[in-house]
């Protein structure tokens, strides 16, 4: 993927030489006379020989083997690789090292999941979605709401963003040590795993116009983070509609919203602060 590049090159020629070698070395004329030449070069015995040739059969499936079991390491080492180029905010470069992370390691639940991210930046939904799916599947719990963001927001499709709501919260709650954090954040950990559900099943619940249950877990995000503005813009609406449209009534959210909103633009928040200037605007 992308052209050749040393480890990932590496990896495979170490691997296909050593197969190759196993293989031709025993089964070939030619693979023969080379290591019995080998053996008579070393000074061994002609009875020791076939001893020897089992040795070095050993001693190259245990190559093989050691190299194999290498990839997983050399694959997040790409995904190092790949969280370097995010932040330094070079995308095309973050998808090739995920890419290649990937296909060292189709099991490494971490590149899966970043993957998902980039193709999100570069608003190829279709492929964030299925690397998402497969995130979540490998056990990383902020895909479960990456996933269903996607659902609510693409899709409108709220019975299925709540119930990969509900699945991770459950996780969250039984699975304790056993949950694997996939995003780049240093810091993350339960409770802005939680705060995510929190908010996402709030906005599920909203576009249900289920009010109270909205509500309720609107205000379970803000007791972990009250600063953030997504739970105080999607409060504000929940306000409005309550009261039958009268904007009045959620003055004070809308007000917060636009703050926090403006100090970490996200798309939503752009929709939302939008929505606030709109609301504060009636007032003047």
Not at 169 to 192: H, M, P, V, W
Not at 236 to 243: I, P, S
Not at 277 to 282: K, M, N, T
Request: with cysteine; net charge negative.
């Amino acid at each position: 993927i992308g052209g050749p590049d040393t480890f990932g090159a590496l990896a495979v020629i170490l691997q296909s030489s050593g197969a190759m070698f196993a293989a031709g070395a025993p089964l070939t004329k030619p693979g023969q006379q080379v290591i019995e030449r080998s053996l008579s070069a070393l000074h061994i015995p002609k009875y020791w020989w076939q001893e020897a040739k089992l040795a070095i059969a050993f001693a190259v499936f245990f190559c093989i083997w050691g190299l194999h079991a290498s990839l997983p390491l050399i694959s997040q080492f790409y995904v190092w690789q790949g969280t370097e180029a995010q932040i330094a905010q070079k995308t095309t470069q973050a998808l090739e090292k995920y890419e290649r992370a990937v296909e060292l390691d189709a099991n490494n639940a971490k590149a899966h999941f970043r993957l998902g991210g980039v193709y999100e930046e570069l608003l190829d939904i279709d492929q964030a979605r299925a690397a998402y799916r497969i995130a979540m599947l490998g056990g990383c719990i902020e895909a479960y709401g990456n996933l269903a963001r996607l659902q609510l927001v693409q899709e409108q499709d709220f019975i299925a963003a709540g119930f990969l709501l509900r699945q991770g919260q459950f996780k969250l709650e039984n699975d304790g040590d056993d949950i694997t954090y996939c995003s780049q954040a240093s810091q993350l950990d339960r409770s802005a795993v939680e705060y995510t559900f929190f908010v996402n099943l709030g906005r599920v619940y909203l576009m249900q116009e289920r009010l109270d249950d909205s509500e309720s877990q609107l205000r379970e995000a803000l007791k972990i983070y009250d600063e953030g503005a997504a739970p105080h813009c999607l409060l504000a609406q929940v306000k409005e509609l309550r009261m039958g449209g009268d904007t009045s009534v959620a003055l004070k959210d809308w007000q917060t919203c636009a703050d926090y909103a403006r100090a970490a633009l996200s798309s939503d928040e752009d929709q939302w602060l939008n929505m606030a200037q709109q609301r504060l605007s009636q007032t003047d």
